[in-house]
T-cell receptor, first 113, second 110 residues
Framework: AQTVTQSQPEMSVQEAETVTLSCTYD???????LFWYKQPPSRQMILVIR??????QNATENRFSVNFQKAAKSFSLKISDSQLGDTAMYFC??????????FGTGTRLTIIP | DAGVTQSPTHLIKTRGQQVTLRCSPK?????VSWYQQALGQGPQFIFQ???????QRGNFPDRFSGHQFPNYSSELNVNALLLGDSALYLC?????????FGPGTRLTVL
């Protein structure tokens, strides 16, 4: 069985600063996908970024980038130039293609004006 | 494209009752997954439907059942509701490994 661990229940950062959210996972599979989802107070779960385990290059989406360390089973999310709209719960998740997502417990991120 | 839609938005039931939640996937998506998200927790996988069959199931009792229709829309049914079933229920449709979530149904059991 796979597990996803987020060890930072809450974080806060000043607007325009950079913040890094941590995630570790455990799986015995070699081919898998990792995701970061954002859930604002509106409850809608929004995909932020996706990483295929077979790709060595770290994924990037505008201000969002990941540091994927496959050997260490670590998958952190870096948000640059943070904005007030980034305030949300952030969930790290893992799956194997079209199968179920396994989520971490989340990190509540607050961007301070 | 309307995205994933769910109904109703909110629902209040009493213990022992039965409830049905509905989900319409994104256009062209043939796989639907259901998740339960308790307050302050990450979503937990309930089950997934593909081609009108339950393809994968999480660790939930038989009180949780589902259905997928030929147009790929899906229902989640929960019988004999317990207080602990109070949660946000999320539906996700997927295509090529990427899951798109609906806004959820907030179920409160009194």
């Amino acid at each position: 069985a796979q597990t996803v661990t987020q060890s930072q229940p809450e974080m806060s950062v000043q607007e325009a600063e950079t913040v890094t959210l941590s995630c570790t996972y455990d799986t015995s599979e070699n081919n898998y996908y990792l995701f970061w989802y954002k859930q604002p107070p509106s409850r809608q779960m929004i995909l932020v970024i996706r990483q295929e385990a077979y790709k060595q290059q770290n994924a990037t989406e505008n201000r969002f980038s990941v540091n994927f360390q496959k050997a260490a089973k670590s998958f952190s999310l870096k948000i640059s130039d943070s904005q007030l709209g980034d305030t949300a719960m952030y969930f790290c998740a893992l799956n194997f293609g079209n199968e179920k997502l396994t989520f971490g417990t989340g990190t509540r991120l607050t961007i301070i004006p | 494209d309307a995205g994933v839609t769910q109904s109703p938005t909110h629902l209040i039931k009493t213990r022992g009752q039965q409830v049905t939640l509905r989900c319409s996937p994104k256009s062209g998506h043939d796989t639907v997954s259901w998740y339960q998200q308790a307050l302050g927790q990450g979503p937990q996988f309930i089950f997934q439907y593909y081609e009108e069959e339950e393809r994968q199931r999480g660790n939930f009792p038989d009180r949780f059942s589902g259905h997928q229709f030929p147009n790929y829309s899906s229902e989640l049914n929960v019988n004999a509701l317990l207080l602990g079933d109070s949660a946000l229920y999320l539906c996700a449709s997927n295509l090529l490994g990427e899951q798109f979530f609906g806004p959820g149904t907030r179920l409160t059991v009194l």
